[in-house]
């Protein structure tokens, strides 16, 4: 069992840069791909980015590859996201997730463990 608890949103201005934080419970947490989702009032959950168990392999929505960034740190738990050059259409609530494979990242479905949310709003 993983507890996930995403941190770290808040309101910012565009061009802004915001890092959210995702910590999970258990001893497990290197054993688990970890990804981030966002889901924009009326829409549907999308896809961010991913980072193997190892740290090593990352992976990004295309459109987010360059201005988003993430990684995490095994042994305090935590895994990241850096978001730089905000814009008004970044804003939603931003969710990790845990899956323990590191295959069809995009598909939120396929995820077993999920945070609360955290809520980044980008003021234009």
């Known amino acids: 069992q993983v507890q996930l608890v995403e941190s770290g949103g808040g309101l910012v201005q565009a061009g802004d840069s915001l890092k959210l934080s995702c910590t999970a419970s258990?001893?497990?947490?290197?054993?688990?791909?970890m990804g981030w989702f966002r889901q924009a009032p009326g829409k549907e959950r999308v896809f961010v980015a991913a980072i193997s168990g190892s740290g090593r392999t990352t992976y990004y929505s295309d459109s987010l590859k360059g201005r988003f960034n993430i990684s995490r740190d095994n042994a305090k738990n935590i895994v990241y996201l850096q978001m730089n050059s905000l814009k008004p259409e970044d804003t939603a609530v931003y969710y990790c997730a845990a899956k323990a494979t590191f295959i069809t990242l995009e598909m939120s479905t396929l995820y077993d463990y999920w945070g609360q949310g955290t809520q980044v709003t980008v003021s234009s």
């Open positions: 258990g001893r497990t947490f290197s054993s688990y791909a």
